[in-house]
């Protein structure tokens, strides 16, 4: 019998790529627990995140991806504060 993926082509989450001083740091949005990921470029951060949430999902099971598409945008803004 084979195995279903976990994860399918259809499975889409937002990820937030920040740039901080010492590389990059990467997290998706809406997810149920903890996921971070992190490296020195863009696209190191993005493939350990990506890597991060396939482990979360198989440790914690496919619900805790039940909110990460619920936002269809994401928007940074900066809030002036006295």
């Known amino acids: 019998m084979p195995v279903k993926p976990i994860l ?3 499975n889409r989450v937002k990820v937030v790529v920040e740039h901080v001083e010492d590389g990059y740091v990467a997290y998706p949005l809406g997810m149920k627990g903890v996921v971070v ?5 863009y696209e ?4 350990d995140v990506t890597s991060a949430i396939r482990a979360h999902v ?3 099971g496919a619900e805790s991806l039940s909110d990460a598409s619920s936002a269809s ?6 809030a002036e504060i006295l």
């Open 8 to 10: 399918s082509t259809t």
């Open 37 to 41: 990921g992190q490296g020195d470029s």
């Open 44 to 47: 190191e951060a993005l493939a």
């Open 58 to 60: 198989k440790e914690f």
């Open 73 to 78: 945008e994401a928007f940074i803004a900066e």
